[in-house]
C-alpha cells in the first residue's frame, strides 16, 4: 500500500472499495480510537471521493482529449480507459462508466455544463471585480468610494 494518504486512498477504489469503505479500512488499518475515527471518518469519504473522481476525470481526459472531443471515439479504447472508472450522479449516488445507462451519462454531462455555466458567470464577476478596483486605484471592493460611478469592464 502506498505511504500517503491520496495514494493510500487510491489503492483501495482501484481495489474496488467506495468511499465509505476506504475511510473504514483506513480506521481499522490504522487502529484510530473510537471518538477520532468518528471525526476523520467524514474527512477521509469526502477526500476518496475527491480520489475517485480525480481518477475518473484524468482517464476522461486519457479517452477524450480537446482537440479531439468531436472526432470519432474508439469504443474499445474507451472502454479499456474508462473500464474501472465510476462518477457521481446529481443525487450523490455513483455508478460506473461500463454500467451507467445513456440516460445517466447525459445526466452526468448536463450537471457538468451547468456546473460550467456558474463557473463562468463566478469568473465574469471575478473580472468585473478587478476592473473596479482597478479603476479606482483601490486595493478591495470596500475602498471604493460609496458614491462611486458606474465603469465600463
Not at 45 to 57: H, I, Q, W
Request: with cysteine.
Amino acid at each position: 500500500m502506498d505511504t500517503n494518504l491520496r495514494g493510500y486512498l487510491a489503492d483501495l477504489i482501484r481495489d474496488g472499495f467506495d468511499p465509505g469503505a476506504c475511510a473504514k479500512t483506513f480506521l481499522d488499518e490504522h487502529q484510530i480510537p473510537a471518538k477520532a475515527a468518528e471525526m476523520l471518518r467524514p474527512l477521509l469519504v469526502a477526500e476518496a471521493n475527491a480520489v475517485r473522481t480525480a481518477s475518473a476525470r484524468a482517464a476522461s481526459r486519457r479517452v477524450f482529449v480537446p482537440e479531439q472531443a468531436r472526432a470519432t471515439v474508439n469504443p474499445l479504447e474507451m472502454k479499456r480507459a474508462l473500464a474501472a472508472e465510476s462518477f457521481a450522479l446529481g443525487d450523490g449516488t455513483w455508478v460506473s462508466y461500463l454500467q451507467a445507462t445513456a440516460e445517466q451519462h447525459e445526466a452526468r454531462a448536463d450537471m457538468l455544463r451547468r456546473q460550467l455555466d456558474g463557473i463562468e458567470r463566478s469568473a465574469r464577476v471575478h473580472e468585473r471585480c478587478a476592473s473596479v478596483i482597478r479603476v479606482y486605484g483601490v486595493t478591495c471592493l470596500a475602498e471604493v468610494p460609496d458614491d462611486a460611478r458606474p465603469v465600463l469592464s
